[in-house]
C-alpha cells in the first residue's frame, strides 16, 4: 500500500501542528511525524507577542488555545532590580489591540496536534 501526502511537517510543536491542522482544512493531506508520544515540560512556557495573537486568530487557534491552556496578558512591565522601569499597556499602544498571550507549552502542543489531527491531519 502507498501513502501520499501532499505536506508532511516534522515535528507538531506550534508551527508544525498549526499548518497541518489549516492545510487539512483546505483539503491537503498532511502527515505530521512527532517523536514524543506525550509531550513534556522543557522549563519553557511560551509567550506570543500581539501580532501572533492577530495571526492565531485568523488561523481558528486562538479560542482554543485560549480555552484550554492560554492566558491573555494585557500589560508589559519592565523592571530593573525592584525598581518599574516601564509599563506597557499592549491594548491601548499595538494595531491589533490585544495583549501578548502566554501558555505552557506541552499543553499548547497537545492542543494544536490535537486540532491537526481533527482537520484531517494523520499524525504519528
Excluded at 80 to 95: E, I, K
Amino acid at each position: 500500500m502507498t501513502l501520499l501526502y501532499d505536506v508532511i511537517t516534522v515535528g507538531g510543536g506550534l508551527v508544525g501542528s498549526a499548518i497541518a491542522k489549516c492545510l487539512a482544512e483546505h483539503g491537503y493531506r498532511v502527515l505530521v511525524l512527532e517523536r514524543e508520544r506525550r509531550f513534556r515540560d522543557r522549563v519553557r512556557g511560551e509567550q506570543m507577542h500581539p501580532w501572533g495573537v492577530a495571526e492565531a486568530r485568523t488561523l481558528g487557534l486562538y479560542q482554543r488555545l485560549a480555552d484550554t491552556c492560554g492566558h491573555q496578558t494585557r500589560w508589559w512591565t519592565t523592571y530593573q532590580g525592584a525598581t518599574l522601569l516601564r509599563r506597557r499597556d499592549f491594548v491601548q499602544t499595538t494595531p491589533h489591540q490585544v495583549g501578548s498571550f502566554n501558555f505552557y507549552h506541552p499543553d499548547m502542543q497537545e492542543t494544536l496536534m490535537c486540532m491537526a489531527a481533527e482537520a484531517g491531519a494523520e499524525v504519528r
